[in-house]
């Protein structure tokens, strides 16, 4: 108990929170500026993102139905964003992530956290990257201005970095520096980076002629800070997302209403992506671990005491 005590009683965890409450503040306003409508999130769900990598079951039985705890509210976005009347939406979305322990170490996950995600229809990747590109610079100029002192309690110097930012092609860089090619090119780089084209879930677009390449792109931090947000264009017309479920080992019962709406042709082109806020925090206000960002932190592995 004395560690929390302490945790939560420094100077050090008012000034991340500070921090934080400016990123949401900037971040919400930037989005509510440009039209974006927001949706309340959901926590439980017949349906959720089946994540390309895998993380213990979080379902729980309530009424003799099966609920799953939310992991991305991906597939409620492509449905959402399928409304004629609704043409840019974000929620703020609590996530839980039943991660391995050994994640734990890697000072980026936590079992609990959350993203600001968003989605777009009509939009393709290149639009969607930009109006990123704008929300992440708008927020550190920010955040360098309006918590100076803060900033400083931290030891930490912020400087918007210029746009756009640089791109890298996942096949290109994998052949040059290995498997760990994201890693290197997070402590290598000064700004942060774009790496495109990841083999993941089945709701990322997939070329049509190319297939293989994916039309999907994710947002890494310098200074070996990591991976910040994961996003695409999707797929959903209902043949593409069928063969892709059944080449992925997955069933679509799985994906229930989801399916359905899509076999009535009732999903539509979009792309978007989520920002996890706990680890933008933890890039903005240069922390070890992703644990520093709230005295609440659930990291993989360990034992919790709240
Ligand atoms: N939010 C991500 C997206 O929009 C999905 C995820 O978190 N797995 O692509």
């Known amino acids: 108990m004395k560690e929390l005590a302490e945790r939560m009683g420094s100077r050090k965890t008012a000034a991340v929170l500070a921090i934080q409450t400016t990123v949401l503040n900037s971040m919400l306003g930037f989005l509510y500026g440009r039209g974006f409508v927001q949706m309340m999130p959901v926590m439980l769900s017949t349906i959720t993102d089946p994540l390309c990598h895998s993380v213990f079951d979080a379902g729980i039985e309530y009424c003799g139905q099966k609920l799953q705890l939310t992991k991305s509210m991906i597939l409620h976005k492509q449905i959402a964003i399928s409304s004629p009347h609704l043409e840019k939406i974000f929620i703020l979305s609590p996530n839980v992530r039943l991660e391995k322990p050994e994640c734990g170490v890697k000072g980026r996950y936590l079992i609990e956290f959350t993203q600001l995600d968003i989605e777009m229809r009509g939009a393709g990747k290149k639009e969607f990257m930009g109006l990123m590109e704008k929300m992440v610079r708008k927020t550190i100029g920010e955040v360098a201005h309006e918590r100076k002192r803060e900033i400083a309690l931290l030891g930490r110097e912020l400087r918007v970095p210029s746009s756009p930012f640089p791109v890298y092609e996942s096949k290109e860089w994998r052949k040059k520096l290995g498997e760990e ?19 993941r879930e089945f709701y990322d677009r997939e ?26 264009e999707r797929d959903f017309e209902y043949s593409v997302l069928k063969r892709k479920l059944v080449e992925r080992g ?33 890039y903005l206000c240069g922390l070890e671990h992703i644990r520093e960002v709230s005295p609440f932190a659930k990291v993989p592995g360990d034992t919790f005491v709240v």
Request: aromatic share 16%; hydrophobic share 30%; charged share 30%.
């Open 181 to 199: 090619f994201e890693a290197e090119l997070s402590k290598k780089e000064s700004t942060p980076f774009w790496v495109m084209d990841h083999a």
């Open 207 to 232: 070329d049509e002629k190319e297939r293989g390449y994916y039309h999907n792109y994710d947002l890494f931090y310098p200074e070996g800070f990591g991976e910040g947000l994961s996003g695409a």
């Open 250 to 282: 997955q069933k679509e019962e799985e994906f229930g209403a989801y399916m359905e709406l899509a076999k009535g042709g009732h999903l539509s082109k979009s792309a978007g992506g989520g920002i996890g806020i706990e680890r933008f925090v933890r």
